[in-house]
């Protein structure tokens, strides 16, 4: 390859990289923020406490039982774990993720609980 072909694809590789990033900047800032998977809840960068990602997984309990979902009593069980180590001393963040995760994805089919299980989600998240 010669020094111009290089040279030629150097300039058209920032030219293309340019473009991108004046498109990002055009974007509405509340879209820009919720790309990716580890963007911020939108709480006006307020993160939610232990305590309030406690009350969401006791909301989310009661849901439950009173839910005919069927895998219920193992989602009340994984909730109630996780409700516990969100009150230990030193919460592990990739469990609650884990288990974050895996509640959405386990009750798509149910609203009140998806759109719990959402808020569980991205309030881990923000942990």
Same mark, same amino acid.
């Given at each position: 390859?010669?020094?111009?072909?290089?040279?030629?694809?150097?300039?058209?590789?920032?030219?293309?990289?340019?473009?991108?990033?004046?498109?990002?900047?055009? &974007?509405?800032?509340?879209?820009? @923020?919720?790309?990716?998977?580890? =963007? *911020?809840? $939108?709480?006006?960068?307020?993160?939610? +406490? #232990?305590?309030?990602?406690?009350?969401?997984?006791?909301?989310?309990?009661?849901?439950?039982? &009173?839910?005919?979902?069927?895998? @219920?009593?193992?989602?009340?069980? =994984? *909730?109630? $774990?996780?409700?516990?180590?969100?009150? +230990? #001393?030193?919460?592990?963040?990739?469990?609650?993720?884990?288990?974050?995760?895996?509640?959405?994805?386990?009750?798509?089919?149910?609203?009140?609980?998806?759109?719990? =299980?959402?808020?569980?989600?991205?309030?881990?998240?923000?942990?």
């Amino acid at each position: 390859m010669t020094n111009r072909n290089a040279e030629e694809q150097r300039n058209h590789r920032e030219r293309r990289l340019e473009r991108r990033r004046q498109r990002r900047r055009q &974007r509405p800032e509340r879209e820009r @923020r919720g790309r990716g998977q580890h =963007a *911020a809840p $939108d709480r006006g960068g307020q993160q939610h +406490s #232990p305590q309030e990602i406690g009350d969401l997984l006791s909301r989310l309990i009661e849901e439950l039982g &009173r839910s005919n979902h069927p895998d @219920r009593a193992d989602l009340i069980q =994984a *909730a109630e $774990d996780a409700r516990e180590e969100v009150a +230990s #001393p030193e919460p592990r963040k990739g469990t609650l993720r884990t288990f974050a995760k895996g509640l959405v994805s386990a009750v798509p089919g149910f609203t009140a609980l998806a759109a719990l =299980a959402k808020t569980i989600e991205e309030a881990v998240r923000g942990l």
